[in-house]
């Protein structure tokens, strides 16, 4: 089994797009195939180098690597399209010494009259076929190549989502297969493509079912075997019509930089447009085993950016807390730590926070007390004068006190130590919980105050909340 996916280096790699590359992947690994990748770069206007690095990028962020393609190689190369130029011409002659295409020399305008004679006529407009049988040779000047589409029939595929599709043959038009320019257009250079790395299973989104019988009357025109195919449904906006930029990111690159994790990206894709019982968390090696091509759905799913925070969230706590740690480092110094702050408080500290977040970035903002100078911790207003007024700093130096003899500075260590002081004090640990709070971070709301100071290490704790101190009594 072959499959491949054939991203367009024209943007970053759109969410659908993973989603199919996603799809065509699980189906390799799941069944012993080929993944293979293909650049489809002929639209040199918009296709960049760049863009290609971020798609590699982000596929591989993702998890899917290919086993041929840009980087890797392999034996049917090469795979960018605009390198493969060469491959395309035999075919069309191929084409047309058997007269299943044709030269025209028609011009733009000339075309374009013809549309609209069919237009008024009440007719579908398309090319209105003046060349086909002009019978025009290598020399005839300026041309393109056309099909010969037949004119009566019906083209028929089978479609492992929607069955078999039926188009009748008076619907497709002569399409151009070699532009003017020499360069063969996309559902050329596809099919050409396909049959030479041998794919067998075509698995893309539904926006290409109507250039699929196109692409059937190559294979069939070349005498080849025409491939399976499966076209996967549109991811869905929240509002049902197609996702785009206006419903939010729709690029895997930028759900990264919002803090998604690849497995939670993952994991939400591929349940948009595949149904598995009641089963939502996957992780890349379940889907392996479980991902079959009799569950992709017909109808779209909608995108549901609160069940990707939630999906996300449950990643963060499936993690192993280094794993944790280390993908949320690039996300602290962003929110202002100093990478050398970064130290073996930082396990302890994220784990304090993983509760309360459901990004990276979330879980950045809220750690990022921790890391950052005292300066710079940033105070609440409402906190400080809810929390830290005069009466109560005589606490905390007692608890100042308490805090400075402590030897095993850990969650149980502290416990024992702070909770037998209240006791002895007669007070209630939250009198004390909510000042130390807000002046270790800065917040009235935050981690549990052990896991907390445990976290923050003995020294920074005793100045911040020495600071507290200070500015408590101040008050008022
Ligand atoms: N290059 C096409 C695209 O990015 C994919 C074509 C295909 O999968 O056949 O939409």
Same mark, same amino acid.
């Given at each position: 089994m072959r499959v491949r996916f054939a991203p367009s280096p024209t943007g970053h790699l759109h969410i659908g797009g993973a989603r199919t590359a996603l799809f065509n992947w699980l189906l390799a690994r799941r069944l012993g195939g080929t993944f293979v990748l293909r650049i489809e770069d002929t639209d040199q206007a918009r296709s960049t180098r760049e863009y290609e690095v971020e798609i590699l990028k982000a596929l591989r962020w993702l998890g899917l690597d290919w086993d041929?393609? !840009?980087?890797?190689?392999? !034996?049917?190369?090469?795979?960018?399209q605009m390198e493969r130029l060469d491959h395309y011409d035999p075919f069309i002659e191929r084409m047309l010494a058997e007269g299943m295409a044709y030269r025209c020399t028609c011009t733009a305008e000339r075309v374009e009259q013809g549309r609209q004679a069919l237009a008024a006529a009440g007719? +579908? !407009?398309?090319?209105?076929? =003046?060349?086909?049988?002009?019978?025009?040779? !290598?020399?005839?000047g300026e041309h393109v190549v056309r099909i010969k589409a037949p004119l009566h029939g019906v083209t028929t595929f089978q479609d492992h989502v929607r069955g078999e599709v039926v188009t009748q043959n008076a619907e497709l038009d002569d399409f151009v297969i070699r532009r003017s320019s020499g360069l063969p257009p996309y559902n050329f250079v596809v099919v050409i493509d396909d049959i030479e790395m041998g794919i067998d299973l075509i698995v893309r989104g539904e926006d290409h079912v109507n250039n699929t019988p196109k692409q059937v009357l190559i294979y069939q025109a070349l005498g080849l075997k025409v491939p399976q195919f499966a076209h996967a449904p549109l991811i869905l906006g929240p509002d049902g019509s197609?996702?785009? +930029?206006r419903h939010g990111a729709t690029s895997v690159h930028a759900y990264q930089e919002e803090g998604y994790l690849a497995e939670a990206l993952v994991n939400y894709l591929v349940r948009l447009g595949w149904s598995h019982g009641d089963q939502e968390i996957f992780s890349l090696l379940d889907l392996v085993g479980a991902f079959d091509l009799?569950?992709? =759905? +017909?109808a779209g799913g909608r995108w549901d950016v609160d069940k990707l925070r939630w999906l996300n969230q449950v990643w963060m706590k499936r993690i192993e807390p280094e794993d944790l740690a280390r993908r949320a480092r690039p996300f602290l110094v962003a929110a202002g730590a100093a990478p050398e702050a970064l130290d073996d408080r930082l396990v302890p500290a994220v784990l304090t926070v993983r509760e309360r977040a459901w990004t990276l970035v979330e879980l950045a903002q809220a750690a990022r007390f921790y890391f950052v100078e005292d300066e710079a911790v940033g105070f609440d207003a409402a906190a400080v004068d809810k929390h830290l007024k005069p009466a109560v700093a005589p606490l905390l130096d007692g608890l100042l006190a308490v805090l400075g003899g402590v030897?095993?500075?850990s969650i149980p260590g502290l416990e024992a130590a702070v909770n037998a002081w209240v006791e002895a004090q007669g007070i209630k640990l939250g009198k004390v919980a909510q000042p130390v709070r807000v002046s270790l971070t800065g917040q009235g709301t935050g981690p549990g105050l052990f896991e907390m100071l445990a976290a923050i290490g003995k020294d920074t704790a005793l100045r911040r909340i020495a600071a507290g101190r200070d500015r408590a009594a101040a008050a008022g």
């Open positions: 041929e393609g !840009p980087e890797v190689g392999g !034996p049917f190369g090469p795979y960018r007719e +579908k !407009p398309m090319y209105d076929r =003046t060349c086909r049988e002009a019978g025009h040779g !290598p020399d005839c197609r996702l785009s +930029k009799e569950g992709i =759905t +017909k030897e095993d500075w």
